[in-house]
């Protein structure tokens, strides 16, 4: 999509539900984006939503690799 907002979010989670296996529950990880987080949003009953905090680099492991980064690779040869 060429945008985001509620109407797109809502849309991918029309989609992602449509995929879902019947029974079985789809577990999002959202990040704290305005449009993930409205009230318009119409999550279907297959689907739960877990909210990430709004800052937590420890639960992030792309983090780690700039963490080893900095430490080894790129430390001051800029």
């Known amino acids: 999509m060429p945008y985001v907002g ?3 979010m809502n849309r ?3 989609e992602i539900g449509a995929t879902v296996s019947p029974g079985a ?3 999002l990880i959202i990040d704290c984006a305005g449009w993930r987080r409205s009230n318009q949003l119409v999550v279907p009953d297959n689907i739960v939503l ?3 905090p709004s800052y937590a680099p420890e639960l992030n492991p792309t983090e780690n690799i700039w963490q080893y980064l ?3 690779a790129s430390a001051n040869s800029v």
Do not use: F
Request: hydrophobic fraction near 65%.
């Open 70 to 72: 900095r430490a080894n």
């Open 50 to 52: 877990l909210k990430w």
């Open 25 to 27: 529950i789809a577990l």
């Open 6 to 8: 509620v109407e797109a």
């Open 12 to 14: 991918h989670l029309v």
